[in-house]
């Protein structure tokens, strides 16, 4: 399985010739709507994203975002869109074809392009929002989105997950509904992946965090972790 950072909570995961895009933001939309610009050029473009599936895990602009999503499913007709019912009813005002809306359910399993889907918990402004389990050929990987902490969070998410987390995917940039970095820390902490790795920093001066500081609160608890530059990857 090999994962790409997008930027933010934006993920490409490619595994067995399939791609799953999750919150792809390659656009510029947010210097419009609300003067946050991009620190980094996107690092794909919605051309070359190319996915066979596209997965939205909450109703935000930095995360659905009509200016890649809008080009990106007409460039591939038969992508499916997926995500909580507030993606979903996005997706209607869109335009976008019923046929082509996947409606996810809180800790139902979903089959989207070969790729196990489940849903986790997230405490966020758009209430419908979710975390996302990813599970594929016996690897389990754990996109946070975005999200409060919880003390409840980590068992919810290991009830779901079952026994093992390969890579769990945290924010961790404590601003506009999201955990700090020490909160990010005590969550993977109880996780327990085999690596855990830092998101939601990097894109926008006015909404960043230090991942190295992530990474070194994770190390007094012995947790491994890996740092990505928007536009790199890592594969398990």
């Not at 399939?18 to 051309?47: E, T």
């Not at 895990?57 to 038969?78: G, I, M, N, Y």
């Not at 196990?116 to 996109?143: C, F, N, R």
Request: aromatic fraction near 6%; charged fraction near 20%.
């Amino acid at each position: 399985m090999k994962i790409t950072w997008l930027g933010q909570g934006g993920y490409l995961i490619e595994q067995a010739g399939k791609r799953l895009a999750i919150d792809p933001y390659l656009s510029d939309a947010l210097a419009v709507k609300q003067g946050l610009r991009r620190l980094v050029p996107p690092p794909i473009s919605v051309v070359d994203l190319s996915p066979d599936a596209v997965f939205i895990t909450h109703d935000h602009l930095d995360h659905f975002d009509p200016e890649t999503l809008e080009p990106l499913l007409r460039q591939s007709p038969k992508c499916p869109l997926a995500g909580p019912q507030s993606v979903v009813e996005h997706g209607r005002k869109m335009g976008i074809a019923e046929q082509r809306l996947i409606s996810a359910r809180l800790g139902e399993s979903m089959q989207l392009q070969g790729f196990m889907l489940k849903p986790t918990p997230a405490k966020h402004s758009d209430p419908a929002a979710i975390g996302l389990l990813v599970e594929t050929e016996g690897q389990v990987i754990y996109i946070s989105g975005d999200t409060l902490y919880e003390p409840t969070l980590a068992s919810r998410v290991r009830s779901l997950a079952g026994p093992r987390i390969d890579a769990a995917f945290v924010c961790m940039n404590g601003l506009l509904g999201n955990m700090n970095l020490t909160e990010a820390t005590e969550l993977v902490a109880a996780l327990e992946p085999a690596v855990a790795v830092p998101m939601h920093y990097g894109m926008f001066a006015e909404n960043t965090a230090d991942p190295h500081a992530f990474a070194a609160a994770c190390r007094t608890k012995n947790q491994n972790t890996q740092i990505l530059e928007i536009g790199s990857s890592v594969e398990l």
